[in-house]
């Protein structure tokens, strides 16, 4: 059966996210953005030099097309920065991706309840389906100062944008084939059940709804040895998916270092 028009909207959307042309560099990358993100960004530290390069093509990219919006907070490049490269550590494997789904970001000083008070630690982070995506800014920098932490705020949050298709979550992350559909909810299913008996590096906050794709994504960059070590099929299909190989990479960087 052919596919139907709305079927072909979808496809040639994800194509057109995964595999457009990577837009040329308007202008030079900040000598001080590159040693910013040296500093705090590990998984910069770990790309191959041709990925660095793409990684920071979309951080400028990032920073030049979104809104990034402080709630009393004044928004500077170090903020600006961290934000995109969150983004971009997901997006630095799918040439051209350009994080259309995001509308807008806003920073809060402070976590936040569900009602946006500030200052009532419910929540740190929140991607709404239409695009906004909340972050507190302590833990955002937490998220970036310790590098052996599975916590990320910005790799969570915008790896929720993932699971969500025209406005509705999906169980699926978006742009998953569909010949490879069973595979994931198979692995899916059984790392739920080694987080709930407690043999998973995940964490347990996975078990919530919508939530083990965000939290594995987080694992897979944080921990990309363990994770690699203690969940090779979980690994070894987001490594397909984000098209990047963490473990790797960062073993060469140790190896260098030693």
């Given amino acids: 059966m052919a596919p139907g028009p709305g079927t072909v909207h979808v496809l040639k959307k994800i194509r057109g996210k995964f595999w457009a042309p990577r837009a040329p560099r308007a202008e030079p990358f900040p000598d001080e953005w590159a040693a910013f993100l040296w500093q705090h960004s590990a998984h910069y530290r770990r790309l191959p030099d041709r ?3 793409a990684f920071e093509q ?3 990219r990032f920073i030049a097309a979104h809104r990034i919006t402080g709630v009393e907070v004044d928004v500077d490049d170090r903020l600006r920065l961290l934000v995109a490269a969150s983004a971009a550590t997901l997006s630095v494997g799918w040439r051209g991706y350009t994080w259309s789904e995001v509308s807008e970001v806003l920073l809060y000083p ?12 419910e929540l740190a982070g929140q991607a709404h389906v239409w695009g906004t995506v909340i972050l507190s800014v302590p833990s955002l920098l937490h998220s970036f ?3 052996e932490d599975p916590y990320h705020l910005g790799v969570h949050e915008f790896a929720h944008l993932l699971t969500y298709a025209r406005g509705l979550p999906t169980a699926i992350p978006v742009g998953v084939a569909a010949a490879r559909i069973p595979l994931w ?5 059984q790392e739920l059940q080694r987080i709930a008996a407690g043999d998973s590096v995940i964490d ?3 078990l919530g709804p919508s939530e083990f794709f965000t939290c594995a ?6 921990t990309p040895i363990v994770m690699r070590g203690n969940h090779r099929r979980l690994y070894g299909f987001l490594s397909r998916y984000f098209r990047q190989i963490p473990a790797t990479w960062e073993s060469r960087l140790r190896a260098q270092r030693v």
Avoid: H
């Avoid at 402070?110 to 630690?121: E, H, L, N, P, V």
């Fill in 51 to 53: 990925l660095q390069a």
């Fill in 58 to 60: 979309d951080v400028q």
């Fill in 110 to 121: 402070a976590d936040f309840d569900r009602d946006y008070a500030i200052g009532r630690s």
């Fill in 145 to 147: 100062t310790y590098d």
């Fill in 185 to 189: 909810e198979q692995i899916q299913s």
């Fill in 204 to 206: 347990v906050y996975a």
């Fill in 217 to 222: 994504v987080e694992a897979f960059f944080q």
